[in-house]
């Protein structure tokens, strides 16, 4: 999985508590991204980073925030979970914005 | 209508036979094609990546790219049952700031000894 780990791998929490999610890499790469993937949808984008600090929204933003302090880890936070927000979260990299990605083994996280 | 689409499956054959998995999308931009396979419960992993039209092999794999039908092409020769996974399609205008990639929903792909 190139250098990419996520973490946790699993998680099962409540309707309305926060959660992180966090992604770490050791390829020195540049751009991070956050997708969820569902049934009938693929993979679709939440948010992604291009550097330290910067950071911007995708696809599927709306409910998400992301934080990136260090070139290694990018954290994805729902700040109140919901049902809907039950999926398969991938964190990929890539080393220049040209470059294709590389994804990480996914989070599972379930919303009851 | 969706960007990019991709027939679900599942596409089984059996050991040996010659796959032909399959995008069509809408958006005329589109310049980077990619295939990606992922196995069941894991993260998807990048197979062929090509730019604009025309062919690539890679051993047992080939992507073609037809961007006058808006079409484009994995072919597996010789399939093996550790073939068996999901096969997403992937495109990108690639004049972004990043690179926005949208996938198809994956074919899933069951080969039989």
């Known amino acids: 999985d190139a250098g990419i780990t996520q973490s946790p791998r699993h998680k099962v929490t409540e309707t309305g508590t926060p959660v992180t999610l966090r992604c770490h890499q050791t390829?020195?790469?540049?751009?991070m991204y956050w997708y969820r993937q569902d049934p009938g949808h693929g993979l679709r984008l939440i948010h992604y980073?291009?550097?330290?600090?910067?950071?911007d929204k995708g696809e599927v933003s709306d409910g998400y925030s992301v934080s990136r302090s260090k070139t290694e880890d990018f954290l994805l936070t729902l700040e109140s979970a919901t049902s809907s927000q039950t999926s398969v979260y991938f964190c990929?990299?890539?080393?220049?914005?040209?470059?294709?990605?590389?994804f990480g083994p996914g989070t599972r996280l379930l919303v009851l | 209508q969706k960007e990019v689409e991709q027939d679900p499956g599942p596409l089984s054959v059996p050991e040996g036979a010659i796959v032909s998995l399959n995008c069509t999308y809408s958006?005329?931009?589109?310049?980077?094609f990619m295939w990606y396979r992922q196995y069941s419960r894991k993260g998807p992993e990048l197979l062929m990546y090509?730019?604009?039209?025309g062919n690539k092999e890679d051993g047992r794999f080939t992507a073609q790219v037809d961007k006058s039908s808006k079409y484009i092409s994995l072919f597996i020769r010789d399939s093996q049952p550790s073939d068996s996974a999901t096969y997403l399609c992937?495109?990108?205008?690639?004049?972004?700031?990043?690179?926005?990639?949208?996938f198809g929903t994956g074919t899933r792909l069951l080969v039989s000894p």
């Open positions: 990929a990299i890539s080393g220049t914005a040209q470059e294709t990605q590389y």
């Open positions: 390829e020195n790469h540049r751009y």
């Open positions: 980073s291009y550097g330290v600090k910067d950071t």
């Open positions: 958006n005329s931009a589109f310049q980077y």
């Open positions: 090509t730019y604009s039209s």
């Open positions: 992937a495109m990108s205008e690639g004049n972004t700031g990043f690179q926005k990639l949208v």
